[in-house]
């Protein structure tokens, strides 16, 4: 599973990082970045589903399966 | 509602609504004591309804009209982000600031391209790196508020005591002006937000209380420069100019308004929630991994925020169409409350997971605080659990509930069995 975040969407919300700081980053602005090119750890596959169904800006989608 | 009103358009304040898709009123009591029967019937309905009450507005309830108007910048502007509108002698003085000085409480009140380069200034005071510097500060208020509650006795006002006392000092402590002068922040703001919306005198008296403050402070800086926001904004920079005093006062004035009635509602929300609602009290307390999900969905449930946004073109919105001048309510706590969106969305569920509310707004204006507010509610609350054995609501129907732009409990006695 690879995740991406649309910096054009992304208005820092944050609800992605504190959810899933394993596969988050924020910046002093608060835009998010995926950790790890957007490769989510075997296990973390929930978390992940729970970021994208919490992301008020609908910016988190999956790359591929 | 008081009928001294100028600025009303209709000489219905105070009269009982009939129909709330033709006429409903943001400051009706019963409604802001509980609006969820209300939005539902709307949404149902009327989905964007009407009311010639304070000025004339249009107020969505579906999430996805909500989010559409929420994005429909500049078309929807925010150039008069008040859900009351201002009297016409106020009106008069911001347009003339506006043309000499530009928005007045920016980012807050600009459009695009205006808006981000200020969103940018203040961002960077509360990312969430940022905020966690704020926690302990944050932590030792809240224990010294409940020191001065248990040592009281058994009963305290949780708005007034607790949930109002917080907010203000970290604000303060963040711009870096005297807390101990918090409780008189406090007045002005509500001044501003509460007694303000319909009483152009008071909100007008306070606008000029705050300004000075902040102007003093600005002169106070410029004699002897120190490391806080205030020093900050006055060396900041945009498109190579300084910022003019009138814009610095602007942006601090903001952040102080924004930063206090909003948090002291979802603060004081989450305390009558648990203190009316006696199993999700005892289920706090023994099971406090709860907190991150149950302070979202407070958040969605209790949403305190509205804002309003200015027509500028003419638009059509889930098929009503919109002139220029009218003006919208942004209903986000409405648009938590959308079954389209929610599962049971009139119930609160301590471990809901799924939870794309909207309650800090949605698209550019996102609330610059959110990683602030979300921080202080869980200092307050973890800490007041902590510390407090038990807890309740004395008449949770005589709560006295803020409406309009803020809805929040104001006075909330409590019942409180200490450490
Ligand atoms: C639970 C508490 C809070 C809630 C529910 C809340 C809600 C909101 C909402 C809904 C907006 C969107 C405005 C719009 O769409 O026009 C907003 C904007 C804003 N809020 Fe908050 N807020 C809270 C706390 C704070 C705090 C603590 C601060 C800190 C100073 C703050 C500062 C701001 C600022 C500066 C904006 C303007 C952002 C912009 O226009 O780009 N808020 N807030
Ligand atoms: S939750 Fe969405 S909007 Fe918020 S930081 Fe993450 S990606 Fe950006």
Redesign the interface.
Same mark, same amino acid.
């Given at each position: 599973m690879r995740l991406c975040v649309d910096p054009d969407k992304c208005?820092?919300?944050?609800r992605c990082?504190?959810i899933a700081p394993e596969l988050f980053e924020?910046? /002093?602005?608060?835009l998010a970045t995926t950790k790890n090119d957007g490769l989510v750890p075997e296990g973390m596959e929930d978390k992940a589903d729970?970021a994208i169904?919490?992301?008020? /800006?609908f910016a988190i989608s999956i790359l591929e399966d | 509602m008081s009928n001294n009103n100028p600025i009303d358009s209709s000489p219905r304040e105070g009269c009982p609504v009939h129909d709330w898709a033709t006429d409903f009123d943001v400051m009706d009591p019963g409604y802001n004591r509980d609006p969820g029967p209300i939005w539902k019937d709307l949404r149902e309905r009327c989905p964007i309804a009407h009311s010639t009450r304070w000025g004339g507005s249009w107020m969505p309830t579906r999430y996805d009209d909500v989010r559409d108007m929420a994005r429909a910048v500049p078309t929807l502007s925010s150039r008069a982000p008040g859900v009351i509108p201002p009297s016409p002698e106020m009106r008069e003085i911001l347009i003339q600031e506006v043309k000499e000085f530009g928005a007045e409480l920016p980012p807050i009140s600009a459009d695009p391209p205006l808006h981000k380069p200020f969103k940018q200034l203040i961002l960077p005071l509360f990312s969430p790196k940022a905020v966690e510097t704020y926690r302990p500060f944050t932590e030792k208020l809240a224990n010294n508020l409940i020191d001065k509650i248990i040592n009281r006795g058994k009963v305290a006002d949780g708005a007034v005591d607790y949930a109002q006392q917080l907010p203000p000092r970290v604000i303060a402590y963040i711009i870096g002006i005297d807390e101990t002068r918090a409780d008189e922040f406090t007045e002005w703001v509500r001044g501003i937000l509460e007694q303000g919306q319909a009483n152009p005198e008071i909100r007008l008296k306070y606008r000029r209380i705050i300004r000075d403050y902040f102007q003093e402070m600005i002169a106070e800086r410029r004699r002897n420069p120190r490391d806080d926001a205030i020093s900050k904004l006055m060396e900041a920079k945009i498109e190579g100019e300084n910022l003019s005093d009138y814009t610095i006062i602007g942006v601090c004035f903001l952040l102080l308004v924004a930063g206090i009635d909003t948090t002291w509602s979802s603060i004081g929300s989450a305390l009558f929630h648990f203190g009316t609602k006696t199993d999700h009290r005892n289920r706090m307390y023994a099971e406090p991994e709860l907190f991150p999900t149950a302070i979202e969905e407070l958040l969605r449930f209790y949403s305190p925020v509205k804002m309003a946004r200015r027509v500028l073109e003419p638009v059509a919105f889930g098929g009503v169409e919109m002139q220029p001048g009218d003006k919208v309510i942004m209903n986000f706590p409405a648009a938590n409350r959308d079954p389209e969106v929610f599962e049971n969305p009139d119930e609160v569920m301590l471990d809901r997971e799924q939870n794309r509310h909207m309650a800090f707004g949605v698209g550019i204006h996102r609330c610059a605080g959110s990683n602030l507010a979300r921080m202080e509610m869980d200092v307050a609350l973890r800490t007041w659990f902590n510390r407090i054995k038990d807890f309740e609501v004395i008449q949770p129907e005589k709560v006295i509930w803020s409406g309009g732009q803020v809805r929040g409990p104001r006075v909330m006695p409590m019942r409180i069995a200490g450490a």
């Open positions: 208005e820092g919300h944050n990082y504190s924020v910046d /002093e602005f608060g729970l169904a919490n992301c008020p /800006e | -």
